[in-house]
């Protein structure tokens, strides 16, 4: 087996990644075209040629610039079909995929439209690649708090295919704690939480988003890193991080995949795992994230076996269920 074939069907999972981060330029001109909305690109090339960003904020102008073109239930549909297509050509065996409902609903899409097109995909993908899937509402956190409990209000009667809020978007300047509101009324209704924190944010975001927020998972969190007691605590609870290192590389969060620091956090007893964030807009879906550190870092074969292991211990499947997966895992490592 090659390595391209062993990343490629080695059994995971992935934890995060934006459903609207999936969007290829191909599709983005597609359905420009079919909703007559003027991008102001002229070719695919020319997208690609602007995805070079600097920091976490040029990323999200143009993403949110590019979920302009999702207008129709059916553009949900496609989106999310073809995410689940690559996942499946790279045997992601169970993904939990956030979505950014306000970011839609801002433009006068309902939430209906939005969640029936994505989670009819997600039905479809379990029939036909047997991919398990749960979908996690993220409120955007340089919105106020009013407008997250709206989306909030908003999902309640989609709470059955939702089980998990989260929060996303501009992170310095909106620390968790502007959202303890909104979820504590989240967990009141039965919600489980997740949070962006640490991507460029202090560790003192990581903290609020455990004490303030509840969060089973943090996303990203790399920069636990600047603070002995975090990693202490994070080591002690085994709270999963969801990393995402070619999102880092190409949002400056690391200067270069060789001095990214997911290998420390292993090394050290994190549970680590490795995800694509916004694959179309950072060049790689989970396979070639886990390829770009194992030859960035010189992982081996155990360090992969441990983080792909980690991402099924981190969902929020039954222990029967992780347990199934894991032996599938153990089975391919066996090969
Ligand atoms: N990496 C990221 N950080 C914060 N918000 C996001 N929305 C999509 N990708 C994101
Ligand atoms: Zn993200």
């Given at each position: 087996m090659t390595k391209n074939q062993f990343f490629c069907q080695i059994p995971k999972a992935e934890l995060h990644i934006h459903i609207e981060g999936s969007l290829e330029p191909e599709m983005m001109f597609a359905l420009g075209d079919r909703n007559n909305i003027q991008l102001p690109y002229k070719s695919v090339e020319e997208i690609r040629a602007a995805y070079?960003?600097?920091?976490l904020q040029s990323f999200l102008d143009l993403y949110y610039a590019g979920m302009?073109?999702?207008?129709t239930e059916q553009d949900f549909y496609d989106l999310t079909w073809a995410y689940m297509q690559k996942a499946s050509a790279q045997n992601v065996r169970h993904a939990e995929i956030f979505f950014d409902p306000q970011g839609h609903t801002s433009r006068g899409i309902s939430f209906e439209t939005i969640h029936r097109g994505i989670y009819r995909a997600l039905q479809e993908a379990k029939q036909e690649f047997g991919i398990s899937s749960y979908l996690i509402l993220c409120f955007?956190?340089?919105?106020?708090a009013e407008s997250a409990m709206e989306a909030l209000e908003q999902a309640l009667p989609y709470k059955d295919t939702i089980p998990a809020v989260g929060l996303d978007s501009s992170e310095v300047g909106n620390p968790p704690s502007k959202f303890q509101k909104v979820f504590d009324k989240a967990r009141e209704k039965g919600f489980r939480t997740v949070a962006h924190a640490g991507e460029e944010g202090p560790p003192e975001y990581i903290w609020e988003a455990i004490n303030?927020?509840?969060?089973s998972r943090i996303d990203?969190?790399?920069?636990?890193?600047?603070?002995p007691k975090l990693l202490e605590y994070l080591i002690e609870k085994q709270i999963p991080l969801t990393v995402c290192p070619l999102s880092n590389i190409k949002l400056c969060v690391f200067d270069s995949m060789a001095k990214h620091n997911i290998k420390q956090l292993l090394d050290m007893g994190l549970c680590v795992t490795v995800n694509s964030d916004d694959p179309s807009y950072f060049g790689g879906y989970v396979a070639e994230n886990l390829q770009e550190i194992e030859s960035a870092l010189n992982l081996s074969r155990q360090d992969i076996y441990k983080l792909v292991k980690n991402s099924f211990q981190a969902t929020f499947l039954s222990v029967e269920e992780k347990q199934t997966r894991i032996a599938e895992l153990d089975e391919f490592m066996m090969k």
């Open positions: 070079n960003f600097q920091n302009s073109v999702l207008q955007l956190r340089h919105l106020s303030l927020l509840g969060v990203h969190g790399v920069r636990c890193i600047d603070d």
